[in-house]
């Protein structure tokens, strides 16, 4: 019913910048929390940051003031700005959003995508 597509990851330098996108599709009537999270390998999920559709945000201390999460609710998309990023930064990391359809809450989760900072 709720597809989440993610985008934008990829090799980064340690210092470097990256720009995660993720667009909601599907059977949606309204999205109250949109979400980052992300696994490292041998490591549990964890969030990274979130965002509510009044535009609070709410980050993982390790990636404040680095990281930025933002979204275009008319477009059901959210991003994930990320700046300044170190090699801990490296993860498989997760769209999450939960959406109201026509049969209740549901909660979404991307497919992930893969982020390497290294030089």
């Known amino acids: 019913q709720v597809q989440l597509v993610e985008s934008g990851g990829g090799l980064v330098q340690p210092g470097g910048s990256l720009r995660l996108s993720c667009a909601a599709s599907?059977?949606?009537?309204?999205?109250?929390?949109m979400g980052w999270y992300r696994q490292a390998p041998g490591k549990e999920r964890e969030l990274v940051a979130s965002?509510?559709?009044?535009?609070?945000?709410n980050y993982a201390d390790s990636v404040k003031g680095r990281f930025t999460i933002s979204r275009e609710n008319d477009k059901n998309w959210v991003y994930l700005q990320m700046n300044s990023v170190k090699p801990e930064d490296t993860a498989v990391y997760y769209c999450?959003?939960?959406?109201?359809?026509?049969?209740?809450?549901?909660?979404?989760w991307g497919q992930g995508t893969l982020v390497t900072v290294s030089s």
């Open positions: 965002i509510l559709s009044g535009g609070s945000t």
């Open positions: 599907g059977r949606i009537f309204s999205i109250s929390v």
């Open positions: 999450n959003a939960d959406v109201l359809t026509g049969s209740g809450y549901v909660r979404a």
